[in-house]
């Protein structure tokens, strides 16, 4: 009887394995871009002492045996004072470089049903074509500006270039992924580079080559109005939404094959779609980054829902 009780319950363990992978496995693969940099320094966390206990830091400073404010410090410019030496770099040590992502673009991924892939600016080809052929989504983040030359202009006094890591390996990505017809999202930034990558143009700097008062730098919130139309509208349900906003540069002329489908209250595009060769929506907000959980999975949802139907 134990024996059978063992198999039975060993079978149904293998079954339910089998449904999550099952589960699993219908999940879009979710490729993410990352921004890049040339040093992996980064600042250590602070320890929050008052979080803990309000009194802990005073106590500390207080106690009999902690230091004085004002006892001598050592004197590091004598002469027998140790000194550090750095050992030379081996030429063969791996760069000493980070990529990063926002773990806002991962968790809307995640939340909206698809499995997120971070992607490294890696710009070989084989390792593109690789990324293409494997994934069946994918998010251009924001970050810092593209290379005016790129399209056409000269470059703005306000802006401030992307690592050249990050422009090698998108302006190959993009124009490859656009042509394998696969779901692409494209956030701020993202939206601007696919625009360029598919032969667009771009306003290099909103507050003094636009006439406006509406605030799109610096993380705040402003209306847009969405075409009535559009697949955007259908998704989050109306044609206007209050959206979280930070950039200072805009799309201008818009690439072929791409149409606008909504505008701030100053003429600003801030969403276009794709319209010949897949399923493409790019936003100049980051609904990543909203509260509004409903808008979030309405956009990010989107395009797992576009990777679902090309399966």
């Known amino acids: 009887m134990k024996k059978?009780?063992?198999?039975?319950?060993?079978?149904?363990m293998a079954l339910t394995a089998g449904c999550t992978s099952q589960k699993a496995d219908n999940k879009p693969l979710i490729g993410i871009t990352s921004t890049y940099s040339s040093s992996a320094r980064q600042a250590p966390d602070r320890q929050d002492f008052t979080r803990r206990d309000p009194n802990a830091l005073r106590r500390n400073l207080t106690r009999p045996d902690a230091p004085r404010r004002d006892a001598p410090r050592p004197d590091l410019t004598r002469p027998d004072t140790p000194r550090r030496e750095t050992?030379?770099?081996?030429?063969?040590?791996?760069?000493?470089?980070?990529?990063?992502?926002?773990?806002?673009?991962?968790?809307?991924?995640?939340?909206?049903?698809?499995?997120?892939?971070?992607?490294?600016?890696?710009?070989?080809?084989?390792?593109?074509?690789?990324?293409?052929?494997?994934?069946?989504?994918?998010?251009?983040?924001?970050?810092?500006?593209?290379?005016?030359?790129?399209?056409?202009?000269?470059?703005?006094?306000?802006?401030?270039?992307?690592?050249?890591?990050?422009?090698?390996?998108?302006?190959?990505?993009?124009?490859?992924?656009?042509?394998?017809?696969?779901?692409?999202?494209?956030?701020?930034?993202?939206?601007?580079?696919?625009?360029?990558?598919?032969?667009?143009?771009?306003?290099q700097d909103i507050p003094s080559m636009v006439q406006t008062d509406i605030k799109h730098s610096g993380g705040s919130y402003h209306p847009v109005r969405i075409d009535p139309d559009s697949h955007?509208?259908?998704?989050?349900?109306?044609?206007?939404?209050?959206?979280?906003?930070?950039?200072?540069?805009a799309v201008k002329d818009v690439a072929p094959g791409f149409k606008v489908v909504a505008h701030s209250a100053d003429g600003v595009i801030e969403a276009m779609e794709r319209t010949d060769g897949g399923w493409g929506l790019c936003v100049q907000w980051h609904p990543e980054a909203m509260s509004n959980v409903e808008h979030r999975k309405a956009v990010y949802g989107a395009l797992i829902e576009a990777c679902k139907n090309q399966k």
């Open 232 to 249: 955007l509208a259908l998704r989050v349900g109306g044609i206007g939404a209050e959206v979280y906003s930070s950039h200072h540069q």
């Open 87 to 203: 050992p030379p770099r081996d030429p063969n040590s791996p760069p000493r470089a980070s990529t990063r992502v926002g773990f806002s673009y991962v968790h809307a991924v995640l939340e909206s049903g698809g499995i997120p892939i971070v992607l490294p600016t890696v710009s070989d080809e084989q390792s593109i074509r690789r990324y293409v052929d494997a994934l069946d989504g994918l998010v251009i983040i924001g970050g810092n500006d593209i290379p005016p030359e790129a399209y056409g202009q000269e470059k703005h006094e306000t802006t401030r270039l992307m690592p050249q890591q990050r422009y090698d390996f998108e302006s190959k990505l993009i124009p490859a992924w656009l042509d394998s017809g696969k779901p692409i999202l494209g956030v701020c930034l993202g939206m601007q580079f696919v625009n360029v990558a598919a032969g667009g143009t771009l306003i």
């Open 4 to 12: 059978l009780l063992v198999l039975y319950l060993a079978l149904i």
